[in-house]
C-alpha cells in the first residue's frame, strides 16, 4: 500500500466512527447488546439487505 496518503486515512477512520455510532444507535433503539446490533448489521450487509 504505497498510495497511503493522510485523506485516505482519514476516511478510513471517520467510516469506522459511522460503523461504531450505527452500531450503538441500533442497539439502544432495539435494545440489544451492541455485539447483537454489529451482528445484525454484518448480516445485513453480507446478505444485501437494506436495513431500515
Not at 7 to 29: F, G, K, P, Q
Amino acid at each position: 500500500m504505497t498510495d497511503v496518503t493522510t485523506d485516505w486515512i482519514r476516511d478510513r477512520v471517520e467510516r469506522i466512527y459511522d460503523t461504531i455510532i450505527a452500531i450503538l444507535d441500533r442497539s439502544n433503539a432495539e435494545s440489544i447488546t451492541p455485539g447483537q446490533a454489529a451482528d445484525s448489521i454484518a448480516e445485513a450487509r453480507l446478505s444485501s439487505t437494506p436495513l431500515t
